[in-house]
Each structure stands twice: as structure tokens, then as C-alpha cells.
């Protein structure tokens, strides 16, 4: 049976891609990461900025070229997924980002990736590989390669027009796909996230300072005691931080996901002080065990919940 057309695959794999629920999809070519974006890159990291994502600094050789993730690569395929909130916490809880607010986001992405790489494969007979945070790569870079968006001051990835709650997700192929326009856009002379972080974590030129991002420091950092300067800024948030999204030109015209497993839970709608201080380390796993908050660990969610104020920022 003859192959189809190059370019009569690539839109069959954009619209499958869009069948799946996926808002943005795109092609770019499987070649090593730029100097520009690797120097940056190797800035943050020797800056220290990376603070206790120590992952953050390994596989630096497979992070700069996505054939060495799949011998023989020649496309990488990046792929958005809506994640903003069509509910949102009542008042009096303690604030989870929206990103931790539904269904583990890693299950639902691999699942929807799983079933766009068979429909690669069946249709083109070549690899694929997906990544869902399963690899190291520098997902924001390509996305804006493959056209999607580009890269905000707040170190988010950014849809024009639709704004930055989005899941990113890769697969990598060695199907030859055409390769969609890089996307040139900035942020121009806007600087809203820099002044409205609450801990001075981003500096302007893109890079979050991770030993001051509340995300960061919230999520990643397993430490028994925080900095003392993280209760004077932390407020209600309990799991990471929206702020520098929330206060973005570009999230104005967000739309709500139709994704129902990105709701937020019954936990979540209900997630107290008086709930996580009584709350079992057998409780935390049940109850998070399909949440991406079931990564923080019971011992740090209930570091966090200590630190907490009632102040609603
Ligand atoms: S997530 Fe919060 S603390 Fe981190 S850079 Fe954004 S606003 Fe600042
Ligand atoms: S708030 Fe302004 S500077 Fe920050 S990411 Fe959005 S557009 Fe860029």
C-alpha cells in the first residue's frame, strides 16, 4: 500500500490531535536545541537557580538533542491540553493552583498521548516516543518552536490568545513532518508578573529564581522547615502558585477546560487547615492518589498547611 502524502499526514495527525481534546498541536524539527536557548539554560543552573530541582541539572546531553531520546528522530510534536478552571475553590480553603486541581494531569496527558502515538504509527509506520515530564526536554522551547506560543517573563509558556493555563506535552517520532513557523512573539514591554510575585522569584529576563518561587518551594522542596520569609508571603496557598498567570494580559480570554477530569475534586473543594492537620498519612494517599498533589508528599502538604495564613492574596 503507497504512504500518504507527507502533507496530507501531518493535517490527518493535527486533526486526530484535536479529536484527542488537544487545543494546540504543532511540528518541529528533531534537531539540537539552539545556542541561544542552551546558554541561557546553562546560565540558570550555574546561577543555582534551579535550587532543589536537582533533576534540573542531569541529562543535560539528552536535553539539548531529542534524537538521543529516540535514535533516528526527525520531528518533535508538541501538544497543549486547557487546564483552566471551570470551578474554583470556595472561599475559606487553602488555595491549590489549578493545575493540581483535577486528575493527576500526567495520567490523563500519557493517555492521550498513547493513543496520538499508535495513530502516528499506524498511519506512518515510523517510532514515536511520548513525553509527559517521563523525559528531559525542554518542552516550552519546543513548543515555541513548533509554533504554538512563546515563552512569557513569568517562564510560562503562553498561547496567544488563549492564554498560559495549558498542560505541554511531546511526542517524539522519526515520521519526517513538516515543520510549523517558530512563534516570534515576546511579551514586549509588559512586566505585570514581575511586580505582582510575592517573593521577587522572577528577575524580567524570562528565568525564575526557584530557591524564591513559592511553586517551587511549595512543590519540589521536601525540607522539614521552609525559609522564615515564606510565612510572611505565603498566604492561603497551600500547592504552588498562580500568581504570575493570574495577573496576565493573556489569561484574560482563558476559557474554561471541558475536560472533566481537570474539575476540581471534592478534596480539593474542601482542603481546610483543621482538614490536612487531621488528616492520616493513610488518609493523604487515598485521597490523593490520582492527584498530582499526592507528588508533594503528606509530610510536606502538611509543612505547608502550617505555614499558612487566612489571608486570601
Ligand atoms: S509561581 Fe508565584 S512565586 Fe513563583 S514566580 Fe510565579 S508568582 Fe512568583
Ligand atoms: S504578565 Fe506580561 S510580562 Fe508577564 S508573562 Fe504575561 S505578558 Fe509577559
Known sequence: MPYPSIDITASSIKSQAARLGFDACGFAAAVPVDAVATARYERWLEQGHHGCM???????????DPSLLLPGAQTVISLALNYYPARFQPPGTLRVAYYAYGRDYHEVLRERLG???RFIEATTHCATRPCVDSAPIRERYWAQQAGLGFIGRNNCFIIPGKGSFFFLGEIVTTAQLPPDEPCRLTCGDCGRCVEACPAGALSGDGAVDATRCLSCLLIENHDEVLPHWVGTVVGNRVVGCDECQLCCPHNRGAVPTTIEDFAPTPAVMTLTRERVQGMTSGEFKRTFAHSAISRL???????NAALTSDEDP
Do not use: C, I, P, V
Open 297 to 303: 508528599r503528606y509530610k510536606t502538604l502538611r509543612r
Open 115 to 117: 493513543e496520538l502515538s
Open 54 to 64: 536537582r533533576w534540573a541539572a542531569g541529562h543535560q546531553d539528552l536535553r539539548r
